[in-house]
């Protein structure tokens, strides 16, 4: 790629602040407090290369700089406990698409289970003709797959939940992963269904025993049996050592820490699809199974807590279908008047998160931003209005609305619906 | 995908070992040791169940479970001194083709600095029309690009060290991950290339003070300044806050903790590309700014130190070539005599790790596996003698040669080499 051919703006662009470059440039159009010229000799020699650093990694799993120390999973604060309850993605904090697996949202409903994995079996029964149970030895000899695609909480954010801070507040229950493992269709298959197999009832080896019935379309379609994530064997949080993954489904179905598949020709009708994960609708019913994660997008940089300045500032945050691929994310920078299409960060996966961005240079006045996805059936990601006119205010699941960030002219970025 | 498109062997077939099934299955061909019939009831339920769990997260970054204490950087034993050192990625416990940042390979020479991101800088000078000096606030201010590129050392393995027992002790200086930064033309064009500049000399604010020349082609090419891994900032020993990565040279010249891009005409001729990091031939010379890792591949899994049992075995491993995307990998299960095509995992990405597989079903008989990897130019990944008859035994570096794995009766597997 030569010089001129890459599509990015002129030179000395991105560093000239708007006004602040007009009123105070040293030389070529820069802002004194953003880049500065070197004429006068280059920086001082810092005190880390004046001695030795510290030994290649000894023996031990490597960790983020202590200059990153807060950079961690975002906890409630003051729950009455935190066996059942959940921690989320510092979305704000990150780049791309892959979330590291020390920073992955984690929801749990009796605790993280210390498995040993020597010990775990899977057992598979019900309408098969051979039940099985499996050791993980067993299930690492199938042929295995490995596919890239984002796990969200159904819950991402509550109906009731749009007063966070962060990105990670209102929308940090979702992450994106490389999961490796083996198709359940495989599985299944070595059991051998039976013709009126409709459902196969999914249960983790942890205290709640989470149990959930997943429709058998799914099973033997996408459905994976996971060990691996990012490349290491799963975390305990994670699922380990085993885990469904339903790619695009609410991550509730995706049940981890997997130790029963039982093949029925009706749903179990479960806690997690009765008392919970139904969506209460404005008519006084409820929806059950609404599995699909529908087309979210939100602008990470910036967003809530961050502060910008004048002049060049790249918006960029990540959209996701549980449908599909995404085919578009437009963004608009005056509070949803006119939009404009950001672009797509290639590889574009299915049903994975896609990073999206749009360069703006902003004239310092206060505005609001945001972004709406378009996934590959077309369908357009609502406006929390939209999506409260149909399904109203007592539902609070399937959260997929736009969210809005405002600027003010101090450049302090804050949640637009607060 | 319906039960049947999957192109899957039919059912049954994994689980069921080639001798050992057809003298001891319980029912449907399984092998008892492995997959054993449910008939007589569910396994116990696990203490794990009877308790309630771990908290969720509890404001501290995430980490492997305790079983996978294991599975950490492999440091070789017994050198004199630790700063100027390497440790390799454990290739042969993981998936995938993501090398998660605590276990990611790392090449130091004075140590790794504990940088503060707040007071490090990047000062552009030189052949340029406007010397910089950037923050890192600045550096995150131009615009952004993600792609997912492995990194490899250039002695990987060095000529003499075809001894190791595992894959990682073997070609272990090697990872791949999605790395987040700035295109580097986009910062050389803020700063204005003059004419007659030629090569990029990078400096490294190490104790070592790492330099390289970097060829002004590969700077304007695909070449970029990254600050974030795997979708959070570099780790220290990555280049903790910013480093160089040049997509499919050799991992050297991605210099780390980067302070300094002077844009000279000719290169620096410094240690890294005299002294170390030149191939010796077998007539006396040398060869210089040999920069293109060649295409590579290595069964992960069976691989040195594990066993295998007779009947299914998935056989997978990763490829990479520095020229582009790999086309093709082959598999010999046969000694080299003949070979198959293994499949490859997308997405196939240009100068990334790709992951490949073959089903195999070994019949209990001694034999050597190996791969071959061919990237989109057409070259072929060769044998260490074919590479040696060009190379001679002088080099340390740029070893790109088949790796082969014997497999014993007892299903051992080790080094084909020793």
Redesign the interface.
């Known amino acids: 790629?030569?010089?001129d051919d890459?599509g990015?703006p002129a030179?000395?662009r991105?560093?000239a602040g708007g006004a602040a470059a007009a009123a105070g440039a040293l030389?070529?159009g820069?802002a004194p407090s953003?880049?500065?010229?070197?004429?006068a000799g280059?920086?001082d020699i810092?005190e880390?290369?004046?001695?030795?650093?510290?030994?290649?990694?000894?023996?031990?799993?490597?960790?983020?700089?202590?200059?990153?120390s807060g950079?961690?999973?975002n906890?409630p604060q003051r729950l009455k406990q935190?066996?059942s309850?959940?921690?989320r993605t510092p979305l704000q904090?990150?780049?791309?698409?892959?979330?590291?697996?020390?920073?992955?949202y984690?929801?749990?409903h009796?605790?993280?289970?210390?498995?040993?994995?020597a010990?775990?079996?899977l057992?598979?029964?019900g309408l098969v003709?051979?039940?099985?149970?499996?050791?993980m030895?067993?299930i690492r000899?199938?042929?295995?797959?490995?596919h890239?695609h984002f796990l969200e909480c159904s819950g991402n954010p509550g109906f009731e939940a749009l007063n966070g801070r962060t990105a990670s507040d209102l929308v940090g229950l979702v992450g994106c992963?490389?999961?490796?493992g083996v198709?359940l269709?495989?599985v299944l298959?070595?059991a051998?269904?039976k013709p009126e197999a409709r459902w196969v009832v999914a249960e983790g080896?942890?205290?709640a025993?989470l149990t959930r019935s997943l429709p058998i379309e799914k099973c033997?379609?996408?459905a994976l049996l996971v060990?691996?994530q990012?490349?290491?064997?799963?975390?305990?949080?994670q699922g380990?050592?085993l885990r469904v993954l339903l790619p695009g489904f609410e991550g509730n179905m995706s049940v981890k820490w997997l130790?029963?598949l039982n093949v029925t020709a009706e749903p179990a009708y479960s806690r997690e699809e009765t008392a919970k994960y139904t969506d209460s609708m404005p008519d006084g019913t409820a929806r059950q199974f609404t599995f699909v994660m529908e087309a979210k997008s939100i602008i990470t940089r910036p967003s809530g807590t961050q502060r910008i300045a004048a002049g060049?500032?790249?918006i960029?945050g990540i959209a996701w279908s549980g449908r599909g691929l995404i085919r578009a994310v437009e963004v608009s920078v005056d509070d949803g008047r006119t939009w404009q299409a950001a672009a797509l960060?290639a590889?574009v996966?299915t049903r994975a998160l896609t990073?999206f961005?749009l360069?703006w240079t902003w004239d310092g006045r206060p505005t609001v931003i945001m972004s709406r996805a378009i996934d590959e059936t077309g369908y357009v990601q609502p406006s929390f209005a939209a999506l409260t006119a149909v399904r109203g205010l007592k539902s609070f699941y399937h959260n997929n609305a736009i969210v809005p960030w405002r600027v003010a002219a101090s450049g302090e970025v804050t949640n637009g619906y607060a």
Do not use: C
């Open positions: 790629m030569s010089h890459d990015l030179r000395r991105f560093l030389t070529g820069l953003r880049g500065r010229a070197a004429e280059p920086p810092p880390w290369m004046k001695v030795p650093g510290a030994d290649v990694g000894s023996q031990t799993y490597g960790t983020p700089s202590r200059f990153e950079v961690i999973r906890v935190y066996l309850a959940s921690s904090d990150l780049d791309g698409i892959i979330t590291p697996n020390g920073l992955f984690e929801r749990h009796g605790g993280v289970p210390d498995i040993d994995p010990r775990h079996r057992m598979i029964h003709e051979t039940p099985l149970i499996l050791t030895d067993d000899r199938f042929p295995s797959e490995s890239i992963a490389e999961w490796t198709r269709a495989t298959r070595e051998g269904l080896a942890d205290a025993a033997l379609d996408d060990y691996s990012n490349g290491e064997r799963l975390r305990p949080q380990y050592p130790r029963r060049f500032n790249e960029t960060q590889p996966l990073r961005r360069p």
